[in-house]
């Protein structure tokens, strides 16, 4: 499984991580500031079998709600 975010601001990319390990892609999603609300986060997560489920999420709570529900038990 690969795990792929990129956190934009007024339409410009601030951050991004690319990562198959979910410990370090957790820690760098642990590490996005919501406080404004011009921020939003793309989360793309692709499957060994070619499947992908993405989204796009402007809360910590959203995010954090997706990355579950998207990761599969290891």
Known sequence: MNYF???TK???TMDKCSTHLSR???NNLRTIKFQN??????LKFTYSDGLKNEGIY????ELF????????EE
């Open 37 to 42: 609300n011009d921020i939003s986060v793309y």
């Open 5 to 7: 975010y990129k956190v």
């Open 58 to 61: 402007n809360n910590k709570q």
């Open 65 to 72: 709600q997706a990355f579950e529900a998207f990761r599969e």
């Open 10 to 12: 007024n339409n410009k």
């Open 24 to 26: 370090r892609f957790l």
